[in-house]
């Protein structure tokens, strides 16, 4: 492979750009239709062209990656890039966490009475305040929930799940390091098992909340929060998934050496943060 | 996609000019053309974002209903911040970073040039889908229009309506690609330096674009929760602003502003770096205090995250939150003073000539003190509740705003246009544009401070007699500034089709202190640079 | 909304000798009588605090702006090169070119520290929750203030007086203020029913936002007779221009005459209300009317055809020409997440009935429903 004395590799003009910025542009031109009830045709061509792009996009970057282009400060370029990446979606969680904690700890006491501002529970006579929100202020437009999800049975199995697929996919890259490749699969094709079982019980999850405990996106507060951090979370691990199958498929193509398999680390470092999140969100949202 | 493989690793087509055609731009990888874009596509915006606030002006020349209905109104005041803002100042700082960083630091090119193109071509994506944002409410399923001002605050941005998505998606997109910006910003700097390049050589502009992209990666991914969640409660039932709910609308002020404050730094810090370029060059002696300076614009950047609720004095916080946010912003006047401080200090026993860059840094020093000051005024809580919400606020804002980055942004335009095109801006006209353009902007904006005092609310439509004086000399004022602008495009496009050439190092200073390494190649330089990693003195 | 030709031409004119005049007083280099530069001038403690204050800091960035401009120039003079200055390139490396920088920090630090003690002083002012003597609760709505008087169980619509742009108290006057007492210590509870708006009366006192589902506190002694004037000052929307504030300070004796007048008028309107008269269709719709023209024509427009888009027409429209149960629900319960609020808070029985009347029988509505107060309070 390349040593760094030689030029950094600049690609040739390319059309992966434009075509990734109409994508998304189209992709939520279609979400703004569909939210206002007009189509949604538009969202799904978006989405099409986006999946197209990622095919294509990456597909070449695979394929000037193992033709040999990329020297070792490429490869440190795209560490690099990964981790800032990394640490904007970090920064994206951590405002739904605090966005959790100031409505526990100010708001909701706030309407419920406590301190100086708890006048404003003069508005809302009879609300007292728990957590989990369960009696809401005003339930006029939201559904009660009957009950809040518990810290044990499903979200406990789906911690172990997730912290197994770290250890598998640690112990798949000990075999790519040792260059043994079946070891290296075997240990993928585990954890994209295992993030499938996590989504899997996670849909359980929630048709189970949605069925029988009336715990909805309109359930005030409690669904609210619940909703939009194990939503996006949810929606990590699936894109987290996606590309876990990709490297898989690659490493059973060959791809990869010892020393030279960024691909594989930016996505091993992209479902260790989806690990962290969730461990994080088993804590803050099921479990306090 | 890529051609032959020569044996030392790459391209072929690089020994050659730019690629032919209009692929050149929309397909481009190079930091250059990219740069280009972005500075065009600023340019652009800016005349859009003035346009608007002519349209505001005129509207507020005297009272009663003229040329707008109210909803309108506050609908072009929203797209006018927005679009400036995202579109005019933000864009423009990249462009330059795009354009210099590498030159500067010695790298042939950004660290990931596609996603650099990428970052690029979502801003006019984003900006077709905010004027669309305008344009839907004229239609009967457009709904209400998006009269909530740039801040968005629910619930009125809940009542809004088709308009108010766009606003979220625009956000998204724009919030994507500084992201992916700021990104290969930090990357090229941290990785593409020239051997020799040591932390302590770079140029000072460098060094604010680090901190500002650093601000960028921690402050975006916030509003885009944020808006987020406003989209989630206007459509799919959650109640993360409404009360009764167990929501509180204020979350959302809180979550824009932690945005928004560290925001104006991103705005300003760009320009303070092209400041500490220019001084040392027209002063012909090196910047004062290197050091300090870099370290007080990290500990700016990090002071500046811990002080978002001083724009929310009156949403009622306890006691002891109010005074925290009082005394560190005040605290903010350490660093920012510094940094003036030690401009005014590279002046100090320099030799200067007054060439239009240097007129306007000096215009700078000057007024954004000014507008420091009134910020400060702001920032002491009690007096804040009289000021809040009122032309006060615009006035401190615009004077930030305008000499604290787009002023920076047009001195920066001249003193690198001899190195983008390779020929000298008409110096004349320069001066005149300078003398223009200062002078109309104290007359639109000096007496908003007067008509704020005596309490006239912002974001609204119409007034009352007490307040005609200073709209009317506002207004005049502001049309006068607004034409400056067309004088400003057609310097840049003489200069780009001729004039006097520009030598290597059109500016006798530009050499002293830290400088970058873009005075060491040609004007214009070649389309390729550094292919081979530059010595460094 | 929009002003008649007329109007502007007048206000014009008016706008164009104003500024003829400033021009000639500045020049004459004095400053035009009514031409208002600095903060109105306070009457309540409070706001005498919060002025001083705010002088204090005003003379601070003067001082602060003068220093900077005399260094500057004092650099531009003396340190050119068209004066055949040489630059001292080793002055960054003497002893103030190491060391300068730490000048800055404890000048700055010392500033600060004289704006902080009095700003945190009038702060804690500010937050002093004490006993009031009485208490009012200001609800902002879309788009105009209620006034609760809590101790003496009386409330006051204040709407928008609609004047000519060129009248002294365009978009400031109210038909029906505030009226308090001098001299006794008032608590304000501020909050909203629809969108956040804001209280605001510099000369009595600070501004503090009114939040939907939230209260806020201030408080104030106003210390003088007279009418004081504010404006809404959080952006709410299409009329965030139209809601004025205007306050009546009155000597005790006066408040007390005023106070006892009110609640004489509001006790014969509930009572009204409340009797089982039969109320015939043309009294509802004089009545309607006029409340029709005073709490709804800001949004459905006196013409009844709404803004499009906006604020729906109720010019046959499906639910002011339909069942009678579905028109009185969304009146007085509103309808969530839009600007229609919910009016049965605010209105009474023979109110709402008549306004229902009064809609389902204009504008080529011809339902010919007459509703009677009863259905009003069965709709609650
Ligand atoms: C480039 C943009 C920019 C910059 C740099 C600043 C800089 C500052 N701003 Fe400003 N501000 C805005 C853009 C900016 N602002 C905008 C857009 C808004 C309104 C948003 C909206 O509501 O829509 C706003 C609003 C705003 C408010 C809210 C007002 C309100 O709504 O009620 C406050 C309050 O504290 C404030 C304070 C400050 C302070 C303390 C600084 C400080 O950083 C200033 C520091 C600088 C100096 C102090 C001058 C130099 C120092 C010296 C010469 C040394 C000596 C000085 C002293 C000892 C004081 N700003
Ligand atoms: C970088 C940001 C930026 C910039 C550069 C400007 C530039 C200007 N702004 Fe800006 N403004 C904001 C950011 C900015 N503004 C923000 C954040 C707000 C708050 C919004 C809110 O409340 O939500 C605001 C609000 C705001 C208001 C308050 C509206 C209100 O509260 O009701 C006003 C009113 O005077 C105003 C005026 C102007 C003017 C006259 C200019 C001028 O500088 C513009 C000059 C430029 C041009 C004019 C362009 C060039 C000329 C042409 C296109 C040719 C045509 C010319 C003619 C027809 C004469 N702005
Ligand atoms: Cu109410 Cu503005
Ligand atoms: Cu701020």
Same mark, same amino acid.
């Given at each position: 492979?390349?040593?760094?004395?030689?030029?950094?590799?600049?690609?040739?003009?390319?059309?992966?750009?434009?075509i990734?910025?109409l994508?998304?542009?189209t992709?939520?031109?279609g979400?703004v239709?569909?939210?206002?009830d007009?189509?949604?045709?538009?969202?799904?061509v978006?989405?099409?062209?986006?999946?197209?792009?990622?095919?294509?996009?990456?597909?070449?970057v695979?394929s000037e990656?193992?033709?040999?282009?990329y020297?070792?400060?490429?490869?440190?370029?795209f560490?690099?890039?990964?981790?800032?990446?990394i640490?904007s979606?970090v920064?994206?969680?951590?405002?739904?966490?605090?966005?959790?904690?100031?409505?526990?700890t100010?708001?909701?006491?706030?309407?419920?009475?406590?301190?100086?501002?708890?006048k404003?529970n003069m508005?809302?006579?009879?609300?007292?305040?728990?957590?989990?929100?369960?009696?809401l202020?005003?339930?006029t437009?939201?559904?009660e929930?009957?009950e809040?999800?518990?810290?044990?049975?499903l979200?406990?199995?789906?911690?172990?799940?997730?912290?197994?697929?770290g250890?598998?996919?640690?112990?798949?890259?000990?075999?790519?390091?040792k260059e043994?490749?079946?070891?290296?699969?075997k240990?993928?094709a585990m954890?994209?098992?295992?993030?499938?079982?996590?989504?899997?019980?996670?849909?359980?999850e929630?048709?189970?909340?949605?069925?029988?405990?009336?715990?909805?996106?309109?359930?005030?507060?409690y669904?609210?929060?619940?909703?939009?951090?194990?939503?996006?979370?949810?929606?990590?691990?699936?894109?987290?998934?996606?590309?876990?199958?990709?490297?898989?498929?690659?490493?059973?193509?060959?791809h990869f050496?010892?020393?030279h398999?960024?691909?594989?680390?930016g996505?091993a470092?992209y479902?260790?943060f989806?690990d962290?999140?969730?461990?994080?969100?088993?804590?803050?949202?099921?479990?306090? | 996609?890529?051609?032959?493989?020569?044996?030392?690793?790459?391209?072929?087509?690089?020994h050659?000019?730019?690629p032919?055609?209009?692929?050149?731009?929309?397909?481009?990888?190079?930091?250059?053309?990219?740069?280009t874009m972005?500075l065009?596509?600023?340019l652009?915006?800016?005349?859009?974002?003035g346009?608007?606030?002519?349209l505001?002006?005129?509207e507020?020349f005297?009272?009663?209903?003229?040329?707008?209905?109210?909803?309108?109104?506050?609908?072009?005041v929203?797209?006018?911040?927005l679009?400036?803002?995202?579109?005019?100042?933000?864009?423009a700082?990249?462009?330059?970073?795009?354009w210099?960083?590498?030159?500067m630091i010695?790298?042939?090119?950004?660290?990931?040039?596609?996603?650099n193109?990428?970052?690029?071509w979502?801003?006019?994506?984003?900006?077709?889908m905010?004027?669309?944002?305008?344009?839907?409410?004229?239609?009967?399923?457009?709904g209400?229009?998006v009269?909530?001002?740039w801040t968005?605050?629910?619930?009125?941005?809940v009542?809004?309506?088709?308009?108010?998505?766009?606003v979220?998606?625009?956000?998204?997109?724009?919030?994507?690609?500084?992201?992916?910006?700021?990104?290969?910003?930090?990357?090229?700097?941290?990785?593409?330096?020239?051997?020799?390049?040591?932390?302590?050589?770079l140029?000072?502009?460098?060094?604010?674009?680090l901190?500002?992209?650093f601000?960028?990666?921690l402050?975006?991914?916030?509003?885009?929760?944020?808006?987020?969640?406003l989209? +989630?409660?206007?459509?799919?039932g959650?109640?993360?602003?409404?009360?009764?709910?167990?929501?509180d609308?204020?979350?959302?002020?809180?979550?824009?502003w932690?945005?928004?404050?560290?925001?104006?730094?991103?705005?300003?810090?760009?320009?303070?770096?092209v400041?500490?370029?220019?001084i040392?060059?027209?002063?012909?002696?090196?910047?004062?205090?290197y050091?300090p300076?870099i370290?007080f614009?990290?500990?700016?950047?990090?002071?500046?995250?811990?002080v978002?609720?001083?724009?929310?004095y009156?949403i009622g916080?306890?006691l002891?939150?109010?005074t925290y946010?009082?005394?560190?912003t005040i605290?903010?006047?350490?660093?920012?003073?510094?940094?003036?401080f030690?401009?005014?200090c590279?002046m100090?026993?320099g030799?200067m000539?007054?060439?239009t860059?240097m007129?306007?840094a000096?215009?700078?020093?000057l007024?954004?003190?000014?507008a420091?000051?009134?910020?400060?005024?702001?920032?002491v809580?009690p007096?804040?509740l009289?000021?809040?919400?009122?032309?006060?606020?615009?006035?401190?804002?615009?004077?930030?705003l305008?000499?604290?980055?787009?002023?920076?942004?047009?001195?920066a335009? +001249?003193?690198?246009?001899?190195?983008?095109?390779g020929?000298?801006y008409d110096?004349?006209l320069?001066?005149?544009?300078?003398?223009?353009?200062?002078?109309?902007?104290?007359i639109?904006f000096?007496?908003?401070?007067?008509?704020?005092?005596a309490?006239?609310?912002?974001?609204i439509?119409d007034y009352s007699?007490q307040?005609?004086?200073?709209n009317v000399?506002?207004?005049?004022?502001?049309?006068?500034?607004?034409?400056?602008?067309?004088?400003?495009?057609?310097?840049?496009?003489?200069?780009?089709r001729?004039?006097e050439?520009?030598?290597?190092?059109?500016?006798?200073?530009?050499?002293?202190?830290t400088p970058?390494?873009?005075w060491?190649?040609?004007?214009?330089?070649?389309?390729?640079?550094f292919?081979?990693?530059?010595?460094?003195k | 909304?929009k002003?008649?030709?007329?109007?502007?031409?007048q206000?014009?004119?008016k706008t164009?000798?104003?500024t003829?005049?400033?021009?000639?007083?500045?020049? #004459?280099?004095?400053?035009h009588?009514?031409?208002?530069?600095?903060?109105?001038?306070?009457?309540?403690?409070?706001?005498?605090e919060?002025y001083?204050?705010?002088m204090?800091?005003?003379k601070?960035a003067?001082?602060?702006m003068?220093?900077?401009?005399?260094?500057?120039i004092?650099?531009?003079?003396?340190?050119?090169?068209?004066?055949g200055?040489?630059?001292?390139?080793?002055?960054?490396?003497?002893?103030?070119?190491?060391?300068?920088?730490?000048l800055?920090?404890?000048?700055?630090?010392?500033?600060?520290?004289?704006? #902080?003690?009095?700003?945190m002083?009038?702060l804690?002012?500010?937050?002093?929750?004490?006993?009031?003597?009485?208490?009012?609760?200001?609800?902002?709505?879309?788009?105009?203030?209620?006034?609760?008087y809590?101790?003496?169980?009386?409330r006051?619509?204040?709407?928008l007086?609609?004047?000519d742009?060129?009248?002294?108290?365009?978009?400031?006057d109210?038909?029906?203020p505030?009226?308090?007492?001098?001299?006794?210590?008032?608590?304000?509870?501020h909050?909203a029913?629809?969108?956040?708006?804001?209280?605001w009366?510099?000369?009595i006192?600070?501004?503090?936002?009114?939040?939907?589902g939230?209260?806020?506190?201030?408080?104030?002694?106003?210390e003088k007779?007279?009418?004081?004037?504010?404006?809404?000052?959080?952006?709410?929307?299409?009329?965030?221009?139209y809601?004025?504030i205007?306050?009546?300070a009155l000597?005790?004796?006066?408040?007390?005459?005023?106070?006892?007048?009110?609640?004489?008028?509001?006790?014969? #309107?509930?009572?009204?209300?409340?009797?089982?008269?039969?109320?015939?269709?043309?009294?509802?719709?004089?009545?309607?009317?006029?409340?029709?023209n005073?709490?709804?024509?800001?949004?459905?427009?006196?013409?009844g055809?709404?803004?499009?888009?906006?604020?729906p027409?109720l010019?046959?429209?499906?639910?002011?020409?339909?069942?009678v149960?579905?028109?009185?629900d969304?009146?007085?319960?509103g309808?969530?997440?839009s600007?229609?609020?919910?009016?049965?808070?605010?209105?009474?029985?023979?109110?709402?009935?008549a306004?229902?009347t009064?809609?389902?029988n204009?504008?080529?509505?011809?339902t010919?429903?007459?509703?009677?107060p009863?259905?009003?309070?069965?709709?609650?």
């Amino acid at each position: 492979m390349s040593t760094t004395k030689e030029a950094y590799y600049i690609p040739d003009p390319s059309p992966w750009p434009i075509i990734a910025a109409l994508g998304i542009f189209t992709m939520l031109l279609g979400v703004v239709l569909w939210v206002n009830d007009i189509t949604s045709m538009v969202m799904w061509v978006g989405l099409l062209m986006l999946s197209g792009l990622f095919y294509g996009w990456f597909g070449a970057v695979i394929s000037e990656s193992q033709s040999g282009k990329y020297s070792a400060k490429v490869d440190i370029s795209f560490r690099q890039g990964m981790f800032w990446f990394i640490a904007s979606e970090v920064f994206f969680f951590l405002t739904f966490f605090g966005c959790l904690f100031y409505l526990r700890t100010i708001t909701l006491p706030y309407l419920g009475g406590e301190g100086q501002l708890g006048k404003s529970n003069m508005l809302w006579e009879g609300f007292t305040y728990t957590w989990p929100v369960i009696q809401l202020p005003d339930a006029t437009n939201y559904v009660e929930p009957k009950e809040a999800m518990g810290p044990w049975g499903l979200p406990l199995i789906n911690t172990l799940i997730l912290l197994t697929s770290g250890a598998t996919i640690t112990w798949a890259h000990w075999g790519l390091q040792k260059e043994n490749r079946q070891q290296l699969v075997k240990g993928m094709a585990m954890t994209v098992g295992l993030g499938v079982l996590f989504l899997i019980c996670q849909a359980y999850e929630y048709s189970h909340a949605y069925a029988e405990l009336d715990l909805q996106l309109d359930s005030g507060i409690y669904g609210s929060t619940f909703y939009m951090l194990t939503g996006f979370h949810g929606f990590h691990v699936t894109i987290g998934t996606i590309m876990l199958i990709v490297i898989m498929l690659r490493s059973m193509k060959g791809h990869f050496t010892p020393k030279h398999h960024f691909a594989f680390e930016g996505v091993a470092w992209y479902w260790h943060f989806v690990d962290v999140v969730w461990v994080a969100l088993y804590i803050f949202v099921y479990w306090l | 996609m890529s051609s032959a493989v020569t044996a030392n690793g790459h391209d072929e087509a690089h020994h050659h000019g730019p690629p032919k055609g209009i692929g050149r731009w929309l397909f481009s990888t190079n930091h250059k053309d990219i740069g280009t874009m972005y500075l065009f596509f600023s340019l652009i915006m800016l005349l859009l974002g003035g346009a608007m606030a002519m349209l505001i002006r005129a509207e507020l020349f005297m009272p009663g209903l003229q040329l707008l209905e109210p909803d309108l109104y506050n609908n072009l005041v929203t797209n006018h911040a927005l679009i400036m803002v995202f579109g005019a100042v933000m864009p423009a700082g990249v462009g330059l970073a795009n354009w210099m960083i590498p030159m500067m630091i010695g790298a042939p090119d950004m660290a990931l040039p596609r996603l650099n193109n990428l970052s690029f071509w979502l801003l006019p994506m984003a900006a077709i889908m905010l004027v669309s944002s305008m344009i839907v409410p004229f239609f009967p399923f457009g709904g209400g229009a998006v009269n909530t001002g740039w801040t968005l605050y629910p619930p009125l941005s809940v009542q809004a309506g088709m308009g108010m998505d766009l606003v979220i998606f625009t956000v998204h997109i724009l919030g994507i690609s500084s992201i992916l910006g700021s990104i290969n910003i930090i990357t090229t700097i941290v990785n593409m330096r020239a051997p020799d390049m040591t932390w302590f050589k770079l140029p000072i502009f460098v060094w604010a674009w680090l901190f500002t992209a650093f601000l960028l990666i921690l402050i975006l991914p916030v509003l885009a929760g944020g808006v987020t969640m406003l989209l +989630f409660d206007r459509h799919f039932g959650t109640s993360f602003f409404d009360a009764a709910g167990g929501g509180d609308p204020v979350l959302f002020q809180h979550l824009f502003w932690f945005f928004g404050h560290p925001e104006v730094y991103v705005l300003l810090l760009p320009s303070i770096g092209v400041l500490g370029m220019i001084i040392p060059t027209f002063a012909r002696k090196p910047l004062f205090g290197y050091k300090p300076l870099i370290f007080f614009m990290g500990f700016l950047a990090i002071l500046g995250m811990v002080v978002w609720a001083h724009h929310q004095y009156t949403i009622g916080m306890s006691l002891n939150t109010t005074t925290y946010f009082m005394i560190g912003t005040i605290l903010i006047s350490i660093p920012v003073g510094l940094m003036l401080f030690n401009f005014m200090c590279t002046m100090w026993r320099g030799s200067m000539t007054f060439e239009t860059p240097m007129l306007f840094a000096i215009s700078i020093i000057l007024m954004f003190s000014f507008a420091g000051v009134t910020g400060v005024m702001l920032a002491v809580v009690p007096a804040d509740l009289q000021y809040h919400d009122t032309y006060f606020v615009v006035a401190h804002f615009h004077y930030a705003l305008i000499p604290g980055s787009v002023l920076g942004l047009f001195a920066a335009t +001249f003193y690198w246009l001899p190195k983008w095109t390779g020929n000298m801006y008409d110096e004349k006209l320069g001066k005149i544009f300078f003398w223009w353009n200062v002078i109309s902007f104290n007359i639109t904006f000096f007496p908003q401070h007067f008509s704020g005092l005596a309490g006239m609310p912002r974001r609204i439509v119409d007034y009352s007699g007490q307040f005609v004086e200073f709209n009317v000399i506002s207004s005049l004022g502001a049309f006068m500034f607004g034409v400056s602008h067309l004088l400003f495009a057609y310097i840049i496009i003489k200069t780009i089709r001729g004039g006097e050439k520009a030598p290597d190092k059109p500016w006798e200073g530009g050499q002293i202190g830290t400088p970058g390494l873009e005075w060491t190649v040609s004007s214009p330089p070649p389309f390729h640079t550094f292919e081979t990693p530059p010595a460094v003195k | 909304m929009k002003a008649d030709k007329g109007n502007s031409m007048q206000s014009c004119k008016k706008t164009l000798q104003k500024t003829a005049g400033i021009a000639g007083l500045l020049g #004459a280099g004095s400053v035009h009588a009514d031409l208002a530069l600095n903060l109105p001038e306070p009457v309540s403690p409070l706001a005498i605090e919060i002025y001083d204050l705010h002088m204090l800091t005003a003379k601070m960035a003067l001082y602060i702006m003068i220093v900077v401009t005399a260094i500057i120039i004092y650099s531009l003079v003396k340190f050119r090169k068209s004066e055949g200055y040489v630059a001292d390139q080793k002055f960054h490396e003497g002893l103030f070119g190491r060391f300068g920088w730490i000048l800055v920090p404890v000048i700055v630090l010392g500033i600060d520290a004289t704006i #902080a003690g009095p700003g945190m002083k009038t702060l804690n002012n500010v937050e002093d929750y004490s006993e009031p003597d009485m208490t009012v609760k200001v609800v902002g709505s879309q788009w105009k203030w209620t006034y609760e008087y809590l101790d003496d169980d009386l409330r006051i619509v204040s709407n928008l007086k609609k004047l000519d742009p060129s009248d002294e108290l365009y978009l400031r006057d109210v038909d029906n203020p505030l009226v308090l007492p001098i001299n006794k210590r008032v608590r304000f509870l501020h909050t909203a029913t629809d969108v956040l708006h804001a209280w605001w009366v510099p000369e009595i006192v600070y501004k503090k936002d009114s939040i939907p589902g939230y209260i806020n506190e201030t408080w104030t002694i106003i210390e003088k007779e007279g009418t004081y004037r504010g404006q809404c000052a959080e952006n709410c929307g299409t009329g965030h221009a139209y809601m004025p504030i205007v306050v009546k300070a009155l000597s005790q004796e006066k408040y007390d005459v005023w106070l006892a007048g009110q609640k004489q008028a509001s006790a014969a #309107a509930a009572a009204e209300a409340a009797s089982d008269k039969e109320w015939s269709k043309a009294e509802l719709m004089t009545r309607g009317e006029e409340l029709y023209n005073k709490n709804c024509a800001a949004c459905h427009q006196a013409n009844g055809a709404g803004i499009p888009g906006v604020f729906p027409g109720l010019v046959g429209s499906p639910i002011a020409t339909g069942p009678v149960g579905g028109h009185l629900d969304i009146v007085v319960k509103g309808k969530a997440g839009s600007a229609m609020a919910a009016w049965g808070a605010q209105l009474n029985d023979l109110e709402i009935a008549a306004i229902v009347t009064f809609e389902r029988n204009s504008w080529g509505n011809d339902t010919g429903d007459i509703v009677q107060p009863a259905a009003a309070k069965a709709a609650r």
